[in-house]
């Protein structure tokens, strides 16, 4: 299959890249960065050095993913989305050992113009929608909008909304999976596959 580099892109030697990736225009990826098979980095993409992100994630146009930021399998990151890794930056403070991870898990969907404030985890198949700000920690399955972002309910894994109450319990099924999901103290898993 092979990675498919554009010739505007910076790939830095030492950088691990899977195969299937593809890199598009005037991407920058760092020596230390390690990207998993099948992603796809859109155009204006940068990665850092202390980046790792895994397989079949789309990383949408003019998009960082900075130092401590890990991203697992199936992430989808919207154009223009932002992470960050200092918590309080000042321009005249050096803190860069003070970066804080922030883990976004398997499956979940980062919106177009979103923000992902540092040290956080979102969870897997969680949903973070358009502009939102994120600045505490997202259950899985989690809807979460607005700013800062606050959850208004529940997502499936193929990206429909769940028929849950954002607290208490239930159960819902995917409309076009057929996929079973159980709510129960504020927790929804999926039960049938």
Not at 1 to 15: F, N, R, W
Not at 79 to 84: A, D, I, Q, R
Not at 99 to 109: P, S
Request: proline share 4%; charged share 20%; aromatic share 6%.
């Amino acid at each position: 299959m092979g990675i498919q580099i554009h010739p505007t892109a910076l790939v830095d030697e030492g950088a691990v890249v899977g195969d299937g990736t593809r890199i598009w225009h005037w991407v920058h990826v760092s020596p230390k960065a390690k990207i998993g098979k099948g992603c796809s980095l859109g155009q204006n993409v940068y990665v850092g050095n202390r980046v790792t992100i895994g397989d079949n994630v789309k990383i949408q146009n003019n998009v960082s993913v900075y130092d401590n930021v890990t991203l697992e399998d199936d992430v989808f990151c919207g154009p223009s989305m932002v992470f960050t890794n200092v918590y309080n930056p000042r321009s005249a403070v050096t803190r860069k050992d003070e970066y804080r991870d922030t883990l976004v898990k398997r499956g979940a969907t980062l919106g177009a113009n979103c923000t992902i404030v540092c040290g956080v985890v979102v969870g897997e198949n969680a949903f973070v929608g358009a502009g939102s700000v994120v600045n505490r920690n997202v259950p899985a399955f989690a809807l979460m909008v607005g700013v800062p972002a606050k959850q208004i309910g529940w997502m499936s894994r193929f990206g429909e909304r769940l028929e849950l109450p954002v607290k208490g319990s239930g159960e819902a099924v995917c409309p076009h999976t057929g996929d079973r999901y159980v709510l129960e103290n504020g927790v929804c898993r999926l039960v049938t596959a």
